[in-house]
């Protein structure tokens, strides 16, 4: 870190740099700023300059503060593009983070009246994974997926923790979607959800419910809920 030279734009010059020092990865994510106080020293400049640059990076989302323990480099954002099929497992990869899954239930059973409601079904079976979505060590997505069962004899027996899902139903299965319907809906994650994605600090999160075509029929339904703070969303437009 180098000194700031005086009748400058202070402030911002510190943003900048600490900025460019974060998203180099310079600075790690998780890893704690110096305090108030020693960044004063470092850069020669009042406690006020300092708090406008910290709370300008606080706006962007590089850091967070946590009261009692100090500033802390957040993580960087997992940036998805809905214009098509979403694969989060390759989102994960391309933000330099390695994607699994944590299993929590998986197998075949009659859905209950608003899954058959949802996906326009009376008697078929359905296999469903609920799961948690991870980057690195973070979880980041608690998802509840329904196929219909009749075509993925087997599936729930693959060890899907570090495969792509959507892959092995196109390879194995011959499952090639058609169509489909994404929803986003902001919420509150309750306690629960919470607690499964080991969140501390924000609850608030983006509902998305999902549903897929094939053979002209809902073959997905998914209930999916992500942090809030974890993800950027991106669609293109082409003529």
Partial sequence: ?????KNSSNYEKIYK??????????????EKLPTEMQLCETYDVSRITVRKALEKLEQDNLIQKIRGK??????????????????LFDDI????????????????????????????????KVLIIEWIRYA?????????????????????????SDKKLYDILEKKYGIVFERGVEKFRPCILNDDLQKLMKIKNCNLG????????????????TLAYIRGDRFIYTTEYKK
């Fill in 136 to 160: 690195d060590n973070e979880p980041v997505l608690y998802e509840k997926v329904h196929f219909l069962a009749e075509k993925l004899q087997g599936l729930e027996k693959i060890d899907l």
């Fill in 17 to 30: 740099e600490l900025k460019k020092s974060i998203e180099k990865g310079k600075i790690k994510e998780f």
């Fill in 1 to 5: 870190m180098s000194k700031i030279k």
């Fill in 93 to 124: 990869k391309k933000s330099g983070k390695t994607p699994y899954s944590k299993i929590l239930s998986i197998g075949i059973f009659s859905p209950p009246e608003e899954i058959q409601e949802q996906m326009e079904i009376t008697t078929e």
């Fill in 206 to 221: 983006m509902e998305i419910e999902k549903k897929l075509w094939f053979n002209n029929k809902i073959f997905e339904y």
């Fill in 70 to 87: 100090g500033t802390f480099v957040t993580p960087m954002p997992i940036v998805q593009n809905k214009s098509g099929l979403n694969k």
